[in-house]
């Protein structure tokens, strides 16, 4: 894959973490408040990044209705069980009552068994229409692109935000509940947005320039909206918020300015377990992080919150490694097996 992308990915991955850790800081009006609200800031482009990723790699092929699902559902079904069935253990294990296996699985239909689990539940969502947005996306001319995110960043993100500045009523694009359209479908102009800029080639200054505005409005609006409200007011964190759309997309545009080429394999491998890395980092904040006090290990959000991302990201790639390791093993004993067994019959 494009060295771009992967790089990317990885980047968006580690954000991630920083969004999990800064939170803790920027939720307590504290000396460190600053801290984690600059760093939640910076990081609120990752999972856009994410389904920008996603559009611009699907969108702009074509492919066999069925292979298509076959292999992107594999990609997401899995994790998706299997997170949710440990997050379900780890819960369990703390005293929570869950019931028979029989309830574990209504748990998983019913929704994330943990917070950052709704990315697996929403991009299989997305997964569904990829194949009708492919289709609008390769029959449509660069200016009816142009018009469907003019009107998709008008819709779900611009209005509903000038709304609420003006109104003072809260800022919601999406619904809460995992079986509606409405949970997933807003994100779609990101896969979309996505699609269309990776089909140009960018200045990596004008990525920056973009990326450094959003994240300085998102910083600014949160400090002035907090003062006022006397809590941590996150409208501006959304992740359909104008200035975390721009951020987004500037930081994109700062990636596919860098000079393409083929990924370096450990690159490509560490690509490969973003997926495990967001699985099981949450694990490791509270339950390792916090018991090796390596969250507080200066006091100094500006130092603990890196330094901590850095720790649990590390962690989860190593526990990714493993997790390979292992899946590797089982398949190729299962392929001696099939191969001993064929044998056999003939």
């Given amino acids: 894959m494009d060295r771009r992308f992967d790089l990317l990915r990885v980047f968006a991955c580690f954000l991630v973490v920083i969004i999990h850790i800064s939170g803790s800081d920027a939720n307590v009006l504290n000396s460190n408040w600053w801290a984690g609200n600059v760093y939640d800031s910076f990081a609120r482009a990752s999972v856009p990044i994410f389904f920008m990723i996603s559009g611009a790699m699907l969108l702009p092929k074509s ?19 299997g997170w949710s069935l440990f997050y379900l253990w780890w819960l369990h294990h ?5 019931g028979p296996p029989v309830y574990w699985i209504l748990a998983i239909l019913r929704g994330p068994t943990m917070y950052h689990l709704w990315f697996f539940y929403a991009i299989l969502g997305l997964y569904l ?26 819709w779900i993100s611009a209005y509903p935000m000038l709304n609420t500045l003006l109104t003072g009523e809260p800022f919601v694009t999406t619904s809460g509940n995992p079986h509606s359209i ?18 140009h080639a960018w200045r990596k200054s004008t990525g920056a320039l973009l ?10 609006m949160t400090a002035i909206y907090t003062q006022r409200a006397g809590h941590l007011d996150q409208t501006f964190y959304d992740y359909l918020a104008p200035n975390v759309t721009v951020a987004a997309a500037g930081l994109f545009m700062l990636f596919l300015g860098m000079q393409k080429g083929a990924s370096p394999p450990w690159l490509s491998r560490l690509s490969l377990y973003t997926v495990a890395i967001y699985g099981v980092h949450v694990f490791l904040i ?18 603990d919150v890196p330094f901590t991302a850095a720790f ?20 190729a004993a299962a392929r001696i097996f099939a191969a001993r067994y064929q044998a056999r019959l003939l």
């Fill in 63 to 81: 492919e066999p209705l069925l292979a298509f699902f076959r292999k992107r559902f594999w990609k997401v079904i899995p994790p998706l069980v």
């Fill in 94 to 98: 703390n005293g929570l009552h869950i």
């Fill in 129 to 154: 229409f990829v194949p009708l947005m492919r289709r609008a996306y390769l029959a449509s001319s660069q200016p009816e692109r142009l018009l469907i995110l003019t009107l998709w960043f008008g």
């Fill in 182 to 199: 409405g949970y997933f479908a807003p994100y779609a102009g990101y896969m979309f947005l996505g699609a269309v800029l990776s089909e």
């Fill in 211 to 220: 990326f450094a505005a959003g994240v300085a409005a998102t910083v600014a």
């Fill in 286 to 303: 509270d339950p390792v992080a916090e018991i090796l006090r390596v969250s507080k290990t200066t006091g100094i959000g500006w130092i």
């Fill in 312 to 331: 649990v990201f590390l962690t989860a790639a190593a526990i990714a490694h493993l997790l390979r390791v292992f899946e590797d093993a089982v398949r």
